[in-house]
């Protein structure tokens, strides 16, 4: 169960990551392009420090993500080791 639970938080924390990696960014209602596509033709001082901030929050849900789901599987793998072990 525990497993699961992990590997579906990471799941979701993966999710919400790339959600917030192609959402547009504004500043000033001025489109500021996404993550992984800057808007053409933007001054470069306008949009960093928000797509900066993004960038940080979007890699930071990706290594959230990644980790939990790795402890998801670990913990299913030494679960299924130790009722093998025990039979």
Same mark, same amino acid.
């Given at each position: 169960?525990?497993?699961? #639970?992990? @590997?579906? +938080?990471?799941?979701?924390?993966?999710? *919400? @990551?790339? #959600?917030?990696?192609?959402?547009p960014?504004?500043? &000033?209602? !001025?489109?500021?392009?996404?993550?992984?596509?800057?808007?053409?033709?933007?001054?470069?001082? !306008?949009?960093?420090?928000?797509? &900066?901030?993004?960038? &940080?929050?979007?890699?930071g849900? @990706? *290594? $959230? $993500?990644? +980790?939990?789901?790795?402890?998801?599987?670990?913990?299913?793998?030494?679960? &299924?080791?130790?009722?093998?072990? /025990? /039979?």
């Amino acid at each position: 169960m525990l497993s699961k #639970v992990l @590997g579906a +938080v990471g799941v979701v924390l993966l999710i *919400a @990551g790339v #959600v917030l990696a192609v959402r547009p960014v504004h500043v &000033d209602s !001025q489109a500021c392009g996404s993550v992984f596509q800057p808007e053409k033709g933007i001054t470069p001082m !306008q949009c960093d420090a928000r797509l &900066d901030t993004r960038s &940080d929050v979007v890699t930071g849900l @990706g *290594a $959230g $993500g990644v +980790v939990i789901l790795l402890a998801g599987v670990a913990t299913k793998a030494i679960r &299924d080791r130790r009722s093998h072990v /025990s /039979s």
